[in-house]
């Protein structure tokens, strides 16, 4: 079988040249490998996927032991299932690999960013704008959906709405979603601090984990942080619970200091360190209750 076969010659090399001709270069093989394998298994863990690689592995184990009991008809049939790993792994882990790659894209070992829209003083009056609007919006009810752009680009969603340009104000946001106006019913999506459109359609999450009682604008928050780094805000127009979205994952029952907190970590996060308390921010599973 080529895929085992493949494998333990690759095994057999490794050992031979590791033991018997060590070099410098066999440990930074190594190195380089073990680091891509544990950035595919952070990339894989809690999504889809994990169920379908571990599919993948009893099917391994199976074959193996078909080839050992000497099975030789299932044999044949798990060879040839395995042989087009390549082109299935290509069809099912495509949303992983295209994250990947974006993520690829937007190391600092390859492209560096810059805006003129970073003062301080800026991201303050931004964060203070949006805490008002979404707290104003929760008090009355009002169901909003907020996406802030980080370096993957939105644009093609920005395109299905309506272009604004607009400062970010609270008063602006909050005629936005007003109930049974033109632009209410979508997102809204910020660019450097600025309103880029509103009333954007989103594709919605079909993750089967995500909770049953979660609606429309949950879950298309949810979606789309799932394939881009974007984090989306998202205010229940049945409860008015605060909700934040990132990576796929939704932590509900924000407070305000922590959705200050987080708005000024996404504005200001111009290092590694800021990115960093951000994520740890955002870290949290989902919790109950009933929102749309």
């Known amino acids: 079988m080529r895929i085992l076969d493949t494998l333990e010659n690759a095994a ?25 394998i544990y950035e595919l298994i952070l990339l894989i863990v809690r999504t889809r996927s994990s169920a379908v690689v571990k599919g993948v592995g009893v099917l391994i184990v199976f ?25 299935v792994a290509v069809v099912l882990f495509q949303p992983e690999l295209r994250r990947a790659l974006e993520q690829l ?3 600092n070992f390859i492209s560096s960013t810059s805006s003129s829209h970073g003062k301080s003083e800026d991201s303050s009056k931004v964060v203070s704008e949006l805490v008002q609007a979404m ?26 709405g309506t272009l604004l340009n607009a400062d970010i104000t609270a008063q602006l946001i909050e005629n936005i979603f007003e109930p049974n106006t033109p632009l209410h019913d979508g997102a809204t999506i910020i660019r450097d601090k600025r309103i880029l459109s509103a009333a954007c359609i989103l594709q919605l999450s079909n993750d089967p984990d995500i909770a049953k009682e979660l609606g429309t ?6 979606g789309i942080t799932e394939t881009t780094d974007a984090v989306a805000f998202v205010v229940s127009e049945e409860t008015g619970v605060i909700s934040v979205a990132r990576e796929g994952r939704i ?9 200050t907190q987080m708005l ?8 590694t360190g800021a990115l960093k ?16």
């Open 63 to 87: 074959t193996w032991l078909s080839d050992v009991l000497n099975l030789n008809v299932v044999h044949w049939a798990l060879t040839q299932v395995l042989n087009t790993g390549v082109v």
């Open 264 to 271: 000024t970590e996404l504005f200001e996060a111009q290092n």
């Open 217 to 222: 604008r949950h879950r298309a928050a949810i």
């Open 105 to 107: 894209g937007r190391s």
């Open 251 to 259: 932590n509900r029952y924000l407070d305000i200091k922590s959705l």
């Open 277 to 292: 308390r951000l994520s740890a921010l955002l870290s949290s599973e989902d919790g109950g209750g009933a929102d749309t």
């Open 12 to 36: 057999k090399t490794l050992y031979g040249n590791l033991f018997a001709q060590p070099d410098w270069r066999n440990f930074l093989d190594i190195f380089i490998t073990a680091v891509i």
């Open 135 to 160: 707290s104003s919006m929760s008090r009355k009810r009002i169901g909003a959906l907020i996406v802030i752009e980080r370096k993957t680009g939105l644009r093609e969603f920005a395109d299905t």
